[in-house]
């Protein structure tokens, strides 16, 4: 009888900082947690395939082939996703990034990295994806929800469409915006919301709309303080990240 060796491979937790309460109850991700497996030879196959590189697939080609918890990928959140590909880079390649800053070369722990945690008492109703926000300037009261996959890819594929049109245009704050906010006032109807966002909201408004979404997007803070001028700067998201040790 032929002896069959399983191989098992080690895994770990991933907290998600949306803590599973904009997910169904009966969805995988209610929990508040990811299982996340270590990356192997087949993931760094991944990461060097020119292909996934030259059309942006190859950040989710990875999470999808390390995520070890069955659901429906573009189901996450954002922020969640961003939560669960540092983690991803931590257990393939360790804490340490290495990135240039004002043309010296800075080390970050990543495990330092801040989250923002959404908290119960933040939630409108339970499970509800839906947040209030009144426009300081115009008074405005609007509503909004946090976006998932499957709105980053009807987003991006607008923003190609509409540059396709005018190549002279870069709408990708005014594209998101439409698709983020779900009622202008109470009127929740789709084409009033974007003749909303296109033609009455102000560009102040839209500043602190999208500051204090920022500020409450159940995320990872990708900031660091530079040595440099004791500031609070934006971790890049340089080839090092993903490809610390890798000539593509």
């Known amino acids: 009888m032929e002896n069959e060796t399983k191989f098992k491979f080690p895994t770990e937790v991933v907290e998600l900082p949306s803590k599973g309460l904009l997910y169904p109850k009966d969805h995988p991700l ?14 760094e196959d991944i990461l060097t395939n020119q292909n996934y590189l030259k059309d942006g697939t190859v950040i989710d080609k990875l ?17 969640d996703k961003n939560a669960i590909l540092i983690s991803a880079r931590i257990l393939g390649y360790g804490k340490d990034y290495t990135f240039t800053y004002k043309d010296e070369l800075v080390t970050i722990d990543l495990s330092l990295l801040n989250p923002t945690y959404l908290t119960a008492d933040q939630l409108s109703e339970e499970e509800l994806n839906e947040f209030p926000f009144k426009l300081p300037h115009s008074g405005n009261e609007i509503t909004f929800k946090f976006l998932t996959g499957h709105d980053e890819k009807k987003i991006d594929a607008e923003i190609k469409g509409l540059k396709r049109v005018n190549k002279g245009v870069s709408p990708t704050i005014s594209t998101r915006l439409k698709h983020q906010i ?10 009033s919301i974007r003749e909303f966002v296109d033609n009455m909201l102000l ?43 890798t000539e593509l």
């Open 63 to 79: 999470l999808k082939s390390l995520i070890v918890t069955k659901f429906p990928y573009n189901d996450l959140l954002i922020g």
């Open 30 to 43: 209610s929990s508040g947690t990811v299982e996340l497996k270590y990356m192997t030879a087949k993931e």
């Open 203 to 245: 560009a102040r408004d839209s500043s602190a709309l999208r500051k204090h979404i920022k500020n409450i997007n159940p995320d990872v803070k990708m900031q660091f303080v530079s040595d440099d001028d004791g500031k609070e700067a934006i971790v890049p998201m340089e080839a090092g990240f993903l490809w610390p040790d």
């Open 182 to 191: 779900l009622s202008v006032n109470g009127d929740d109807d789709k084409k």
